[in-house]
Every structure is written in C-alpha cells, then in structure tokens.
C-alpha cells in the first residue's frame, strides 16, 4: 500500500478562534495542520520540523506576517509563504510579496478562494525542492567531473616524468655504445642499436604529446572576440611557409568573429589544418576549405580536404589519443593532435564531428557556440 504524504501547513493568527476554524477546515481538506498564535512560536515550530507552506496572518502583536516570513526564509529558503491580509491594501500586499510572500488572501476568506491559492503555493514548494535537488545533482557531477580531471592530469604528468628518466637512460647509453664501441659493433647489432634509439625518440614524443594534451586540459580559458578570418590565414601562412614546395589551393568561406580563447582557437585550426596539408600531401590537386555555417542558432566551422579520407566505421575512436587510421611509414604522427582539438571544443562547450569516405576526403566540424562561459551556479528562486 502506498502511503500519501500530506503537505505539511503552519498557521499564524493571533485569533485564535479563526486560527483554529482553519485549521480543522484544511485537516478536513486532508492537509497536515499546525496552528500558531504568534510569530516567535511559529519559528520554533519550523525550526523544529520542515513545513511546506507558511500561512500568516499580516497584523499580529510582536512579530508582523512580514517579519515572520522573513525569518521563516531564513530557515527553510524553500518554504512557500502566503499572508493573510484584513487590510486590503495594495501597499500591504506588494510589501508582503516582496518580503518573499508568493501570494496574499484578502480576510475573510471562503475556503473555496484559499484552496487554488495553496494548490498554487504547494507546486511552487515542489517546483523548488526539485530545483534544489537538480542544482545540488549538477554540483556533485561538475565537482566529480574536476577531480577526475585533476587526478588524470596528475597522473600524466607524474608518469610523463616518471617515463622520462629511464627513457634518457636508453638514450643515453645507447649513444655512449655507439660512440665508444661504433667502429667495433657489428652492422647487424649496431642497426639494433639505431632501432633503440629510434623507439626511445619516439617515446619521447609521444611524452610531449600527452603533456600537451594535459596542459590543454588545465590551461585557463581566456574568452574573448577573436577575428577567425585572420587566426585561420596566418596559421596557413605559416604551414606554406613551412612547405613551400607544397601546391595546395585554399578557398576561404565566411569567417565570423566569435568568442573563443585565441591561442587555444589557433592551436585548433593548426591541428586540423597541417593535418589537412599532411593528408594531401599526395593528392594531386589538393584543395582545402576552411568556412563556417549557420545550422539553427549554431555557428559551425569547418576544415575539408580533398586527400585520402579514412573509413569512418572506426570513427568513433578518431579523438582519442593514440588513435591513427593511417601507417607511419605513409603519413608521421602521433595521434594526439585531433584529441588536443576535442579538448579545445569540449573546454568551450561545443561539438565535434567528422564526415570522411576512404579515396573522398575529410571534413572536420565543430562549434563553439554553446556555454562560452564556464558553468555557474543556478541562482537560488526568490519569493
Ligand atoms: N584530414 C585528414 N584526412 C585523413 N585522415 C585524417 C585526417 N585528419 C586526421 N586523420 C586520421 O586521424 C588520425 C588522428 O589524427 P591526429 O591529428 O590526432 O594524429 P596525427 O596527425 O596522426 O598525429 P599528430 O597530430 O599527433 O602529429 C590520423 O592519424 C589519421 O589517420
Ligand atoms: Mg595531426
């Protein structure tokens, strides 16, 4: 059997005698009833058992319905009050709703007026519990969320420095053999030799790598207006530069300003642009489109290339770290660089995709639009 959980009424009249008459009417009206005469004993009472609604009466010796509530706020923030007014006028009313009243009754009063009005009060009481229960929930999961975050970043970088010292020694003492005994080594041994070496640089990267994942992670945001248009030109200015034997056609679409942090902005598009001129280094007309589109109230950037795409049935792992499509010996990397960008996009509180096809090129998508701002906290109801 399910048992019914009355709503729980305190009462505040120093009439006794309609004090009392309420109260039975609403115990009738199945309600939990508790009756005051004063404010000071009311507040007694709600200090020692919540309530759900405050009914007060307006003009009480002492403590006034106003000052009652006040206090009773003070106690339970989500406590829904309503005053109780002989008076009638406007002045009294707006004070009461002001001091957190969520509605007034005129006196005298048929039960058949009062009862919308505690329907109304005892919605708005859940509406607020809900609320609190909702905002402590989100509390909890973005406090359990950064120190996760916390204690993954400090582990990568504990052990990117643990990793380190032995690396250096395989280093190390692989030159210092190659450099005492080279002539004396043998070709096959001293390849052996070259393979060590080469492994233990690549550890290395891949070390670098994984802090610069972490310090994307911890880095504080900076918003501001950034102009795209000229981040995006001078970041492939740069990579022309760097290849100027490269023959790669740009078309540029619209690029609106937007508020973003910039050196994280431009890390994004330098991570999906070289990976753009990397992956068409052996197309033959390479052509790589950077632009921006409005889909609803989202703005969504994006970087396409013409080169070898890759099998998007695998695309669920592409932003991971460590994650490549493609063999070393054809395109150099360390599969770090789109999961910088995921970071970069989470961080701002957008999206990221990617539309690829083996032979037809890849598109990469993101926005930024949503929660430029960092998560802050839902300012409590007032009255
Ligand atoms: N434009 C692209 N065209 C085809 N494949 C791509 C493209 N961008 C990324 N990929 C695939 O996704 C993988 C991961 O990309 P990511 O940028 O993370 O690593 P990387 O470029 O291999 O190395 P790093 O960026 O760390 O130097 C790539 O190895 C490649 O297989
Ligand atoms: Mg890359």
Redesign the pocket.
């Known amino acids: 059997m399910t048992e019914v959980i009355k709503a729980r009424l305190l009462i505040v009249d120093d009439e006794v005698a309609q004090m009392q008459a309420l109260c039975d009417t609403l115990e009738d009206h199945g309600y939990q009833v508790l009756g005051r005469t004063n404010g000071e004993e009311a507040l007694v009472a709600l200090r020692h058992a919540p309530f759900d609604l405050l009914l007060a009466d307006l003009m009480m010796p002492g403590m006034n319905g106003i000052g009652l509530l006040r206090a009773a706020l003070a106690i339970d923030p989500m406590l829904v009050g309503i005053i109780m007014t002989g008076e009638g006028t406007i002045g009294t009313a707006v004070e009461a709703m002001q001091s957190g009243a969520l509605d007034y009754i005129l006196k005298p009063f048929k039960l058949s007026a009062i009862l919308p009005v505690l329907g109304r009060g005892l919605t708005m009481r859940r509406l607020r519990l809900e609320n609190a229960a909702l905002e402590q929930r989100v509390r909890e999961h973005a406090a359990e969320l950064e120190a996760a975050n916390r204690e993954l970043d400090a582990f990568t970088r504990s052990a990117s420095h643990d990793l380190r010292s032995p690396l250096n020694a395989v280093l190390g003492f692989s030159t210092l053999l190659v450099n005492e005994f080279g002539p004396r080594i043998p070709v096959e041994q001293r390849n052996w030799l070259v393979h060590i070496e080469r492994s233990a640089q690549h550890m290395s990267q891949l070390i670098d790598?994984l802090m610069r994942l972490s310090h994307v992670g911890r880095q504080a945001l900076s918003l501001q207006a950034v102009d795209v248009a000229s981040l995006v030109r001078g970041v492939v200015d740069d990579l022309r530069q760097e290849q100027p034997q490269r023959r790669v056609t740009l078309q540029f679409g619209d690029l609106p300003e937007t508020v973003a942090d910039a050196s994280l902005l431009r890390q994004l598009f330098v991570?999906l642009l070289s990976?753009?001129f990397?992956?068409t280094r052996n197309t033959e007309q390479a052509v790589i489109e950077v632009g921006c589109e409005p889909q609803g109230e989202e703005r969504v950037f994006f970087v396409r290339?013409n080169?070898?795409?890759?099998d998007m049935t695998r695309a669920n792992r592409?932003f991971d770290a460590f994650?490549?499509?493609?063999r070393a010996d054809q395109?150099e990397?360390?599969?770090?660089?789109?999961?910088i960008v995921q970071r970069i996009v989470q961080r701002h509180g957008g999206r990221l995709w990617a539309e690829?096809a083996p032979g037809r090129g890849?598109s990469f998508f993101f926005t930024l639009a949503r929660a430029v701002e960092p998560l802050s906290p839902v300012p409590p109801i007032s009255g």
């Not at 080169?307 to 890759?310: E, M, V, Y």
Request: hydrophobic share 40%.
């Open positions: 790598a991570n990976n753009a990397k992956f290339d080169g070898p795409g890759f592409l994650q490549r499509f493609h395109f990397g360390n599969g770090v660089g789109l999961s690829a890849a």
